[in-house]
Nanobody
Framework: VQLVESGGGLVQTGGSLRLSCAFSGRTFSSYAMGWFRQAPGKERRFVAAINWGGDSTDYADSVKGRFTISRDNAKNTVYLQMNSLKPEDTAVYYC?????????????WGQGTQVTVSS
C-alpha cells in the first residue's frame, strides 16, 4: 500500500486548507482511514478517522466542528477539510490506513504534509 498526502501549506489564522491522501496498492474500500498530526517536539496524535464506507467518522476533541474527514472510494482518496485554522494546528499531517475502524492499529502511513498556521 502506498499513501501520498498533498494539500499542505502556509495559511493565516482562521483560514482553510484541504488535505488529500491518495491510496494505491490494495482495495481502498477495504480500509478505514485516519489522519494524524505531529507538531515539533510532540508525539503524533490522532486527528480524525473514517470507516470503509464513509458513513461513520470520529474526531479528536481539538478539531471537532472545524475539521471534516471524507473519502471518495471511486477515486481512492481520503480528504481532510480544515476550517478555522489555529496556530496550534501547525504540524506535519499524516494519513494512515487500517483494516479496522474502531481501535485497530494502522498498518500503512504516508510521508506527511506540512501545515503551518501563522498568527
Amino acid at each position: 500500500v502506498q499513501l501520498v498526502e498533498s494539500g499542505g501549506g502556509l495559511v493565516q489564522t482562521g483560514g482553510s486548507l484541504r488535505l488529500s491522501c491518495a491510496f494505491s496498492g490494495r482495495t481502498f474500500s477495504s480500509y478505514a482511514m485516519g489522519w494524524f498530526r505531529q507538531a515539533p517536539g510532540k508525539e503524533r496524535r490522532f486527528v480524525a478517522a473514517i470507516n470503509w464506507g464513509g458513513d461513520s467518522t470520529d474526531y479528536a476533541d481539538s478539531v471537532k466542528g472545524r475539521f471534516t474527514i471524507s473519502r471518495d472510494n471511486a477515486k481512492n482518496t481520503v480528504y481532510l477539510q480544515m476550517n478555522s485554522l489555529k496556530p496550534e494546528d501547525t504540524a506535519v499531517y499524516y494519513c494512515a490506513a487500517s483494516p479496522w475502524y474502531d481501535g485497530g492499529e494502522y498498518d500503512y502511513w504516508g510521508q506527511g504534509t506540512q501545515v503551518t498556521v501563522s498568527s
